[in-house]
């Protein structure tokens, strides 16, 4: 749509500030294809000024620009558009939902993965995107390990909702972010896993519970070195630490 409105003379390029409001118009249309271009070019541009047009959008009647309000979104870099996203990701539009998902995690900034974090609590719902949301959180996590989300509650709760449900790999990803952020409140769940899980759950629960550390903890690592698993014995010592019993 962009190159259209320059041979039309209505802006003289791409840095012609008169851009967003004309392809503002053309996000009025009735058309959805047009609304769509008109997403798409906003997010070509990634100006900030663009956002409360995408954010929109991103509530459009049809699926499709939804998505590509979302997409565009994405490539901003200000704060008025990750909180849009977050509301998006909070949403019941699954499509939408997901691609917001994508969009704050890229980022790769404590800001955008507070918002995802946030979020948790809505995709409860949402069993495959939370899944996703937990992953994501969890390649964050580890590669920020001196990053927490705020107190709350409701996303506790969701994540010890997905520590309880979905596939093994989905929950021991679950308690391993439970680990890295040392969620005392799921210390019950944990300790249960530790005791009677299987598979890698099990797995990152003994190592969750190092992390967690206290004495009931310590206690229970120490009885899990008679285990008859050798890698849950190993990851128990690994817990203990140095001044653990060996």
């Given at each position: 749509?962009?190159?259209?409105?320059?041979?039309?003379?209505?802006?003289?390029?791409?840095?012609?500030?008169?851009?967003?409001?004309?392809?503002?118009?053309?996000?009025?249309?009735?058309?959805?294809?047009?609304?769509?271009?008109?997403?798409?070019?906003?997010?070509?541009?990634?100006?900030?000024?663009?956002?409360?047009?995408?954010?929109?959008?991103?509530?459009?009647?049809?699926?499709?620009?939804?998505?590509?309000?979302?997409?565009?979104?994405?490539?901003?870099?200000?704060?008025?558009?990750?909180?849009?996203?977050?509301?998006?990701?909070?949403?019941?539009?699954?499509?939408?939902?997901?691609?917001?998902?994508?969009?704050?995690?890229?980022?790769?900034?404590?800001?955008?993965?507070?918002?995802?974090?946030?979020?948790?609590?809505?995709?409860?719902?949402?069993?495959?995107?939370?899944?996703?949301?937990?992953?994501?959180?969890?390649?964050?996590?580890?590669?920020?390990?001196?990053?927490?989300?705020?107190?709350?509650?409701?996303?506790?709760?969701?994540?010890?909702?997905?520590i309880l449900?979905?596939?093994?790999?989905?929950?021991?990803?679950?308690?391993?972010?439970?680990?890295?952020?040392?969620?005392?409140?799921?210390?019950?769940?944990?300790?249960d896993i530790?005791?009677?899980?299987?598979?890698?759950?099990?797995?990152?629960?003994?190592?969750?519970?190092?992390?967690?550390?206290?004495?009931?903890?310590?206690?229970?690592?120490?009885?899990?070195?008679?285990?008859?698993?050798?890698e849950v014995?190993?990851?128990?010592?690994?817990?203990?630490?140095?001044?653990?019993?060996?």
């Amino acid at each position: 749509l962009i190159t259209p409105l320059i041979k039309e003379g209505k802006v003289e390029g791409w840095d012609d500030p008169r851009l967003v409001e004309e392809l503002s118009h053309l996000a009025d249309s009735p058309h959805p294809n047009v609304r769509n271009q008109a997403a798409i070019s906003l997010g070509r541009l990634g100006r900030p000024e663009a956002a409360p047009v995408l954010g929109r959008l991103a509530a459009d009647e049809d699926e499709w620009v939804r998505f590509a309000a979302v997409e565009a979104l994405g490539r901003m870099a200000d704060r008025a558009s990750m909180d849009i996203l977050g509301a998006c990701l909070a949403g019941d539009d699954r499509l939408s939902g997901d691609a917001a998902l994508d969009a704050l995690l890229n980022r790769e900034e404590p800001t955008a993965a507070s918002l995802a974090a946030r979020a948790l609590a809505d995709l409860t719902a949402r069993p495959a995107t939370l899944a996703r949301a937990v992953r994501g959180l969890l390649d964050f996590a580890e590669g920020h390990p001196a990053w927490r989300p705020v107190a709350d509650s409701r996303r506790v709760e969701a994540l010890g909702g997905a520590i309880l449900k979905g596939d093994s790999w989905d929950r021991a990803r679950a308690v391993r972010l439970a680990g890295l952020w040392a969620e005392e409140a799921l210390r019950n769940h944990i300790e249960d896993i530790a005791r009677t899980g299987q598979g890698p759950a099990r797995l990152e629960a003994v190592e969750a519970l190092g992390r967690l550390g206290g004495p009931p903890a310590q206690a229970l690592l120490t009885q899990l070195l008679e285990d008859g698993d050798a890698e849950v014995v190993e990851r128990a010592r690994q817990g203990l630490g140095p001044g653990g019993r060996r």
